[in-house]
């Protein structure tokens, strides 16, 4: 049985289809299989994806503003702000204006919600490691870079 992630692409002849060696269907594919099992984790804690991705950002610079939360969450952002207030509401962070420019909102950590980023960050750095050992001839070592150099040419306002 086929993988779901992994379709099988030849062509007539037996040689690799368009699909099986795209670019964009690599890096969904692989982000899609390497992050099943550390989001399988992330929902035990009792949280959606989009939430994780708000307390890892948060974990490293907390007080940011929510637009900035919506692309690193990869989300839109009318509906991270309804995924904030229920946050908040479950006291893992709070909304606070922005000191310089009150009609910015800023997004902080509480003492719950930076406890769960701490042990989820931990976790997924040792996912992260288990993931890139996979990787045969220092590939791993050369991924990250790799990838943070495309992104950074592709869309400069993802720059952390």
Do not use: C
Not at 2 to 11: C, V, W, Y
Not at 13 to 33: K, P
Not at 95 to 111: E, K
């Amino acid at each position: 049985m086929q993988n779901a992630t992994a379709p099988h692409d030849e062509g007539a002849e037996g040689e690799e289809g368009f699909v099986s060696n795209y670019l964009l269907y690599l890096l969904a594919a692989a982000s899609e299989a390497a992050s099943a099992q550390f989001h399988a984790e992330v929902r035990q804690k009792g949280l959606r994806v989009p939430e994780w991705r708000v307390l890892a950002w948060l974990h490293d610079r907390d007080g940011e503003m929510i637009t900035r939360l919506a692309r690193i969450s990869l989300i839109e952002q009318s509906r991270l702000t309804k995924i904030i207030i229920q946050m908040e509401e479950r006291g893992l962070v709070t909304r606070q204006g922005d000191a310089q420019d009150r009609r910015r909102v800023r997004v902080w950590l509480t003492n719950k919600g930076r406890t769960l980023a701490q042990g989820l960050v931990a976790d997924a750095r040792i996912h992260e490691a288990q993931v890139l050992s996979i990787l045969e001839g220092g590939d791993g070592a050369r991924l990250k870079p790799a990838l943070s150099a495309l992104l950074r040419e592709l869309d400069p306002e993802s720059r952390g």
